[in-house]
C-alpha cells in the first residue's frame, strides 16, 4: 500500500459522515480521429444542491482513478486523461465539515499531503492531462484543475474561487504555487488575497478566461462537446497553447507587497492566513513547486489548529445554515400571504425599502408621504434605481416597465393602504410620531394587514399600546445599505400573535434576508451592542486618550471600518440618539458623550476632513473637543472596550434578547459587517479570555469555533 492511500485511509477514520465522491473512469474515441481518451467524473451521486467535495475517502477514490489511468498511459493505450464534474458542478474543494472535528496537528497536515500527493499525480502523467471546468469550482476543485497541463471553462460557470482566505486558510492544495505561476503573482494575488478579502468575490467563466486560468472557454450547452474537439486538436498539434512568460522580477515583489496592503487594509493583521498565502507566493517566485506544496501544507496545518479558521467555519456555518432556521421562528405555515406592500414616507431609508419589495416580492407598492413633493421624490428614486438595473443588463426591458408600473404613490393613507396586506413605516425615529402614523394606518388598512416598524431602537410595544389591534405590529429592522447588508431584525413585540410574526419571517424570506427573531429590548442587538463599544470609545477620548490612539486601539479586530469612520457613515446625529435612547434605559452603562453632542450641535458630518485623501482629524472638531487628563494607552483602551463588550452580551443573553450567543454573531456578521475571523464576536472574546474575566465563563462551549479539546 502507498504511503498515500495509507495517509488517506488513516484520515478517512476522523471523517465519519463524508459525502463521499466517486471518481468514475470511462474511455472513448476523441473526435478528429485523436485516439483513445480516459475522462475521470466527479461525482457524489447528489443533485447540484449539494456539491462535490474532496474528504479522505473521495481523495482515495480519485487517486485510484488516477492507479488505473497511469497504467494505462504507460501502457499507450490512452493519448490522454481528462477530468470534470457532474452537472453545474465541478467540485467545490475540502470537505469542511471533516475539518472542523480535527484535533491534532499531524492529521491536520495529513489532509493537506494527502491532497497534494493525488492531485500532483496529474502533471506527472505520461500524457496531456486536460481539466473541464464545467460547473461551479471551488478552492480543491480549482487546484485539482490547476495540477493537469490545460483547462477549458464554461461560460456558464456562475462561481469560481479560492476562498479559502476569506475562511481563514489557505489555498492548501497547489493553488498558492501554481497559479502564480500560470498567470502571474499579480493576478494570482487578486484571485487568493483580494477576491477572498472582498466579502468572497466570485468569478465567472469569462473572468477564469480573461484571467488566463482556462486556456479556451465554451458555451454551457455543449461545453463537453467543445472541449472533447478542441482537446483533439492540442492533442494533433492543430491547435498550440501560447502562454505568457511570467515577469519573475520587481513585478512579483510589488504583487505581493500589494497583496500585504489589501491585507492590512482588511484585516490589520488580526488574521494570519492572508499573511501565509502571501509568504507561499513570495516564495513561489524561483518556480519550485515541491517547495511550495511543502509550505503549503504546513500553512494548512497551522491554520486548521488555529482560532482564526474555527471562527470562519464557525461564522460560515451561521449564515449557511442557522440563518435559514431562524431559532425561535413560528410555524411557517401560519404566515398570510401578501399580495400588495404600503410603505409610510418617502425619504431615502422609505425609496430603499420600495425598491426592495418591489424587486423580490413583484407586487404592487405603494408610497405615501406628508406631501406630492416628496412622493414624486420617492418613485422616482425607485424608478431611477431600476433604470440602472436594466443598464446593467440585470433585468429586460419588460422587466423593468412591469416593476415601474407597480410602484405608486398617493397622498391618502386610505386609498393607498386599503386593500395592503402588509405596512411598513419609515418614519422620523420619535415615539410620538410613530404612534401616530399607525393609528392612522390601523384605521384604514384591513383587519389582517401586518404593521411593522423599521425603527432601530425605539419599543415595539410601546408603539403598538394605543392601537385596537396590537397583535398585528412587528419589528422590522434593516440595516443600511438596505439593498447590501442581509440582516433583518424581526422584533416580537409584548402582543405580536404567531400568524403576524411567521407572515414577517415569510416576508423576510422573500426578501432574501437573514432574519434573527428579537425581544423588544432598547436598540435591539447589532445597535446595542455597537453602541456599548462605540460609547466606551467616546469615554476614553472624552477622558484624555488621543484620538488617534482610541481609533488604533481596536484595529487589531480587522474590523471593516474604524468606530469613528462607521459613525460618520450612521451619521452623528442618529449616533447621538441611539446613545440618548440607551442612556434612559441603561444609565449606569451607556453615556452621552458631551464632545459627540457639540460636534452634532455644531453641524458636523463626522470627526474627519479627507483633504490629503485620508482621514485626519477635523481642526474645527478638534477646537470642539474638550477632554480631561486621563491618556489610555493602545492596550488598555482596547481591553476596556473588549470588557464592556462581552458584559453587555452577557446580560443581553440574560435577559433572553436573542435565544443563544450564535444569534448575536450572525447579527454583527450580518448586519454591521463584522469579519468571519472573529466568528461574529463571541469567539473572539472566548479565545482572548475577556468572557471569562467579565462574565466568568465563555459563551460558546469548547470546540465551538475552537479546536475541539
Not at 505520461?126 to 483547462?151: D, I, Q, S, W
Not at 494548512?300 to 440563518?323: C, H, T, W
Not at 472624552?542 to 488604533?552: L, R
Amino acid at each position: 500500500m502507498s504511503t498515500t492511500a495509507e495517509l488517506l485511509k488513516g484520515a478517512a477514520a476522523l471523517f465519519p459522515d463524508e459525502v463521499v465522491t466517486t471518481a468514475h473512469v470511462r474511455h472513448f474515441e476523441l473526435p478528429l480521429g485523436a485516439g483513445r481518451f480516459a475522462l475521470i467524473t466527479l461525482d457524489n451521486g447528489l443533485d447540484h444542491t449539494k456539491p462535490t467535495t474532496f474528504g479522505p475517502q473521495s481523495l482515495a477514490n480519485l487517486d485510484a482513478a488516477i492507479d488505473q489511468v497511469e497504467k494505462e498511459a504507460a501502457d499507450g493505450t490512452i493519448v490522454g486523461v481528462g477530468i470534470t464534474g457532474k452537472p453545474f458542478i465541478f467540485a467545490v474543494g475540502a470537505d469542511l465539515k471533516g475539518v472542523e472535528q480535527l484535533k491534532e496537528w499531524d492529521d491536520a497536515h495529513a489532509i493537506g499531503k494527502g491532497g497534494h500527493d493525488v492531485f500532483k499525480r496529474l502533471s506527472k502523467l505520461a500524457v496531456p492531462t486536460f481539466a473541464y471546468y464545467n460547473g461551479a469550482a471551488m478552492g480543491g476543485g480549482v487546484e485539482v484543475g490547476l495540477h493537469c497541463a490545460y483547462r477549458t471553462v464554461s461560460s456558464a460557470i456562475p462561481a469560481f474561487s479560492l476562498p479559502e482566505v476569506f475562511l481563514g486558510l489557505v489555498p492548501g492544495w497547489g493553488g498558492c504555487a501554481l497559479l502564480p505561476n500560470l498567470i502571474g503573482a499579480e493576478k494570482a494575488v487578486s484571485v487568493i488575497i483580494e477576491n477572498s478579502l472582498n466579502q468572497n468575490k466570485q468569478l465567472k467563466g469569462e473572468q477564469v478566461y480573461a484571467l488566463g486560468i482556462a486556456d479556451a472557454i465554451f458555451e454551457g450547452a455543449d461545453f463537453l462537446e467543445q472541449s472533447l474537439i478542441w482537446t483533439a486538436a492540442v492533442l494533433k498539434g492543430e491547435i498550440v497553447v501560447d502562454r505568457p512568460v511570467i515577469d519573475r522580477g520587481e513585478a512579483w515583489d510589488q504583487a505581493v507587497a500589494k497583496g500585504r496592503f489589501i491585507a492590512d487594509s482588511k484585516v490589520h493583521g488580526a488574521a494570519p492566513a492572508a499573511y501565509r498565502a502571501l509568504d507561499i507566493i513570495a516564495a513561489a517566485k524561483n518556480g519550485d513547486l515541491q517547495q511550495g506544496y511543502d509550505a503549503e501544507d504546513k500553512a494548512l496545518a497551522d491554520l486548521i489548529m488555529g482560532g482564526e479558521l474555527r471562527s470562519g467555519l464557525y461564522a460560515f456555518n451561521l449564515v449557511q445554515k442557522r440563518a435559514k432556521r431562524p431559532a425561535g421562528a413560528p410555524d411557517k405555515n401560519l404566515a398570510r400571504p401578501v399580495t400588495k406592500v404600503g410603505v409610510v414616507g418617502a425619504g431615502l431609508m422609505a425609496s430603499q425599502l420600495a425598491l426592495l419589495f418591489l424587486r423580490r416580492l413583484e407586487v404592487p407598492v405603494v408610497l405615501t408621504d406628508i406631501d406630492q413633493e416628496r412622493i414624486d421624490k420617492g418613485v422616482g428614486y425607485v424608478h431611477a434605481e431600476i433604470d440602472k438595473l436594466l443598464g446593467k443588463g440585470r433585468i429586460n426591458q419588460d422587466k423593468a416597465n412591469r416593476l415601474k408600473a407597480l410602484v405608486t404613490g398617493v397622498l391618502d393613507k386610505a386609498e393607498g393602504f386599503a386593500d395592503a396586506d402588509f405596512v411598513i413605516e419609515a418614519v422620523f425615529e420619535e415615539m410620538g410620531v410613530k404612534q401616530q402614523v399607525f393609528a392612522e394606518v390601523e384605521a384604514v388598512a384591513p383587519a389582517h394587514a401586518i404593521l411593522a416598524t423599521n425603527t432601530s431602537s425605539l419599543s415595539v410595544s410601546e408603539m403598538a399600546s394605543k392601537l385596537k389591534n396590537p397583535e398585528r405590529v412587528v419589528g422590522f429592522h434593516f440595516f443600511n445599505p438596505v439593498a447590501i447588508l442581509p440582516l433583518l431584525e424581526i422584533v416580537r413585540g409584548e402582543q405580536t400573535d404567531d400568524a403576524s410574526l411567521a407572515t414577517a419571517f415569510g416576508v423576510a424570506r422573500k426578501l432574501k434576508k437573514t432574519a434573527v427573531l428579537v425581544k423588544d429590548a432598547p436598540a435591539f442587538v447589532v445597535n446595542r451592542i455597537l453602541t456599548r463599544f462605540m460609547g466606551e470609545i467616546q469615554n476614553v477620548i472624552d477622558e484624555g486618550t488621543p484620538v488617534e490612539t482610541a481609533e488604533k486601539a481596536v484595529e487589531p479586530l480587522g474590523l471593516p471600518m474604524s468606530p469613528l469612520v462607521l459613525l460618520e457613515l450612521v451619521g452623528p446625529a442618529i449616533g447621538l440618539h441611539v446613545s440618548e435612547t440607551l442612556n434612559r434605559s441603561f444609565p449606569d452603562r451607556f453615556t452621552v458623550s458631551p464632545n459627540l453632542k457639540a460636534v452634532v450641535g455644531a453641524g458636523k458630518r463626522g470627526f474627519y476632513v479627507y483633504d490629503s485623501g485620508r482621514p485626519e482629524l477635523d481642526p474645527e472638531v478638534a477646537a470642539l473637543l474638550e477632554q480631561g487628563d486621563t491618556v489610555l494607552t493602545e492596550e488598555q483602551v482596547r481591553a476596556r472596550v473588549l470588557d464592556a463588550v462581552a458584559q453587555e452580551i452577557g446580560l443581553m443573553l440574560d435577559e433572553g434578547v436573542v435565544a443563544e450567543a450564535q444569534d448575536i454573531d450572525l447579527c454583527l456578521i450580518t448586519g454591521a459587517g463584522w469579519p468571519f475571523h472573529l466568528g461574529g464576536i463571541t469567539p473572539y472574546l472566548d479565545r482572548e479570555g475577556v468572557s471569562e474575566r467579565v462574565n466568568g465563563k465563555r459563551f460558546l462551549a469548547p470546540g465551538v469555533a475552537s479546536v475541539p479539546a
